[in-house]
Each structure stands twice: as C-alpha cells, then as structure tokens.
C-alpha cells in the first residue's frame, strides 16, 4: 500500500512531458491507443 501511494503521489499524470509532444501521460497514452485501433482497423479491411 505504501508503495502504491508513493508512485501515485510521485508521479504526476497530469504534468506534461516534453518526449510527449508536451502532452500528459495520461492524454498521449489515450492518443497512442486510439491510433492502434484505427492502425489495426485499416489493417484488418486492406487484407479482408
């Protein structure tokens, strides 16, 4: 539990970090998800 709460309390999702186009964690996670299920979408029909 200790550990939990100091990962949480140390890392700050909603701080901008410059290696992600100065967007959020949480944000560029949400991006780079998005762009797998379209990336793997167009996929699937080009070989369907």
């Known amino acids: 539990m200790k550990i ?3 990962i ?3 890392y700050n999702t909603r ?3 410059s290696p992600n ?3 959020s964690p949480v944000t560029f996670e949400h991006q780079m998800a ?3 299920h379209t990336s793997t979408a167009l996929l699937r029909a080009a070989v369907a």
Do not use: I, N, S, Y
Request: glycine share 6%; hydrophobic share 25%.
């Open 21 to 23: 186009d100065g967007l």
């Open 34 to 36: 998005e762009k797998r």
């Open 4 to 6: 939990a709460t100091w």
């Open 15 to 17: 701080r901008r970090h």
């Open 8 to 10: 949480t309390d140390f």
